[in-house]
């Protein structure tokens, strides 16, 4: 059960580790793009890696960003991650990595719901409403909304929970023009991208996007996109209102240490075998049904 938990590209300049990805300067106005093997729950990083967890990621999100190119630019380069390493770091990169445009990241998740589940059927039970979004009564869990909603949120630092906030509060962070552009943007991007995977049997829940402004200020989506971390993906065949369908991410693992004497602050319990590759498995399947590949040998 082999997978990179850390990367060590010492060719580069390290700009940055987070949960899952560490990215490295490559000149003034790129960044080279690790996506790891790390898993994060509860915010807490896990101490055992999820194998090709961090090509999935990968595969996935660059399905998107081609598929997706038509409904906004992104901060792909192009450029080979292989080009820009050395010889003996070429493993940590292939697969798994981009050259990204460097961006001036916005300082908010675009956050589109189409379906009632997690922390909105939560705030639907209590009010009736989801993030200010007054829904209609009689919805179920899972429930299908009438129409996608756009539920931003604040980012949060490293090892805490993102913030719902509404979207008078996000005019006034970035500014109502831009929040107007990135409300439309995502609900274009959530449409396209769901009713491409209806087509593959796979029901996307919810997802978040992120966005960042590039040198001439243009927007451009960014990070990752439609992945089993940023999104809830649903087995269409396994669907049914009133219940949460099984999703290929790492709620397997949510649900194992849920059963742990474990406050949810570092360190975290060891991860079980089973709960590991069980865990692989989801996200491997998530990539297959999706674009109908496997990640590189």
Request: charged fraction near 25%; charge should be negative.
């Amino acid at each position: 059960m082999s997978g990179l938990l850390r990367s060590s590209i010492e060719s580069l300049p390290l700009v940055y580790r987070g949960k899952v990805r560490d990215s490295y300067a490559v000149g003034d106005d790129q960044l080279l793009i690790v996506t790891t093997d790390r898993l994060s729950a509860f915010d807490v990083v896990m101490s055992q890696p999820i194998p090709d967890k961090g090509r999935v990621l990968n595969a996935l999100s660059n399905f998107w960003f081609t598929k997706l190119a038509h409904v906004t630019p992104n901060h792909l380069t192009g450029v080979a991650p292989e080009s820009v390493v050395a010889s003996d770091e070429l493993s940590q990169v292939r697969g798994r990595s981009v050259i990204a445009m460097k961006l001036k990241p916005l300082p908010v998740e675009a956050v589109v719901r189409g379906y009632l589940i997690g922390s909105g059927w939560k705030d639907y039970q209590r009010s009736g409403s989801v993030c200010g979004i007054e829904l209609p009564p009689g919805l179920q869990m899972a429930s299908k909304l009438p129409e996608p909603i756009f539920t931003p949120a604040n980012k949060a630092e490293l090892g805490t929970h993102d913030e719902n906030i509404s979207f008078e509060r996000m005019q006034e962070i970035v500014g109502a023009e831009l929040a107007f552009r990135v409300r439309s943007i995502s609900l274009a991007l959530y449409a396209a991208a769901s009713q491409y995977a209806a087509t593959r049997g796979i029901i996307i829940a919810d997802t978040k996007f992120e966005f960042g402004l590039d040198a001439t200020g243009d927007l451009r989506l960014m990070d990752e996109v439609l992945t089993a971390d940023s999104s809830r993906f649903w087995p269409a065949e396994q669907y049914a209102e009133g219940s949460s369908p099984p999703s290929f991410d790492k709620q397997f693992v949510r649900d194992w240490l849920e059963t742990q004497d474990w406050d949810k602050t570092p360190p975290p319990p060891d991860l079980p075998p089973a709960v590991v590759l069980k865990t692989a498995d989801k996200y491997r399947d998530a990539l297959l049904r999706l674009t109908g590949k496997t990640v590189e040998a």
